[in-house]
């Protein structure tokens, strides 16, 4: 280690001029699920390791302007026992109970698995169909980013090398319901093989909107704007669902790997879409 440096900032100033001063040199230690990770593998060879863990600013869970806020260092443990968070948006809650594992949760924080910009982090479909916006700031100020204009790519934000994560914002829903699944090869303790979240409003059976995210099937976490269009207006029925659940293929471009083929990848996606669309409208599928 002797290429890496140290510091605990006292506040958010100091880990902003840290974050100025060091720029993508400045690793950021919240809860360290994955930087422990990157510096065992060495994709990190140097840098400053900047423990957030004890910034205040950085922590709560709040109702704020008709927005829920949730600090970016905030363990998914903590959110989990959080009944503000439970009684405002349920279905966060209940995608937070899939994130990998007790262990896992204990440690790894909300801001670093979007930070991360991971193609399976367990929190971004769930939160982009909530339409969350994440607060990120440098020394020059605060700027608010919709969340669904947020990932690049695996590691990669729209972020400048400045700035860094504070908190999520997501607006507090009026009418609808959500559900997020996920498949991997050992339930909730490995990777996502995929994931599906899905908000849905509907006017008798006929869908008035609904929004569709997915991970696992592409460089990002991403909403499937085709797949979306489709099903609005549609009267849903079992076989409707199935039918307008195979617009996936339009907008998504799975790979094979050591956990899927792209086949099985687009296969599954499909089959996990119609059943949470058919499981929020009272259906099975």
């Known amino acids: 280690m002797k290429n890496f440096s140290f510091e605990k900032p006292r506040d958010l100033g100091s880990l902003l001029a840290i974050k100025k001063e060091n720029k993508e040199k400045c690793l950021i230690l919240a809860g360290g699920t994955n930087l422990y990770v990157y510096l065992k593998d060495r994709i990190f060879t140097e840098g400053v390791i900047t423990d957030i863990t004890g910034l205040k600013e950085l922590k709560g869970v709040h109702?704020?302007?008709?927005?829920?806020?949730?600090?970016?260092?905030?363990?998914i443990s903590s959110l989990l026992s959080s009944e503000t968070l439970k009684k405002s948006i349920p279905m966060l809650h209940n995608a937070l109970t899939l994130f990998a594992n007790p262990l896992v949760r204990d440690m790894a924080t909300l801001g670093g698995n979007l930070a991360d910009s991971s193609p399976i982090a367990d929190t971004a479909p769930t939160l982009l169909v909530l339409k969350?916006?994440?607060?990120?700031?440098?020394?020059?100020?605060?700027?608010?980013?919709?969340?669904?204009?947020?990932?690049?790519?695996?590691?990669k934000t729209v972020m400048k090398d400045t700035?860094?994560?504070l908190r999520v914002r997501i607006p507090l829903p009026e009418k609808g319901s959500g559900l997020f699944a996920k498949i991997g090869l050992r339930k909730g303790t490995s990777c996502s093989v995929?994931?599906?979240a899905v908000w849905l409003e509907e006017v008798g059976k006929k869908v008035s909107d609904i929004r569709i995210a997915l991970g696992g099937v592409a460089a990002k976490p991403l909403?499937?704007?085709?797949?979306?269009?489709?099903f609005l207006g549609a009267d849903l029925t079992v076989e409707r669902i199935k039918e307008l659940s195979a617009n996936l293929k339009m907008d998504i471009?799975?790979?094979?790997?050591?956990?899927?083929?792209a086949e099985y990848r687009l296969a599954?996606?499909?089959n996990m879409l119609a059943r949470t669309v058919a499981?929020?409208?009272?259906?099975?599928?």
């Open 63 to 75: 109702l704020k302007d008709g927005y829920l806020e949730l600090g970016a260092c905030e363990r």
């Open 253 to 261: 471009k799975p790979i094979t790997d050591v956990r899927g083929s």
């Open 268 to 270: 599954v996606s499909t």
């Open 223 to 230: 909403r499937v704007g085709n797949t979306e269009k489709a």
């Open 163 to 165: 700035e860094v994560l």
């Open 194 to 196: 995929t994931s599906v």
């Open 132 to 155: 969350a916006e994440v607060v990120v700031a440098d020394s020059t100020g605060e700027r608010v980013i919709p969340l669904k204009e947020f990932f690049l790519g695996p590691r």
């Open 279 to 285: 499981g929020l409208s009272g259906l099975e599928v």
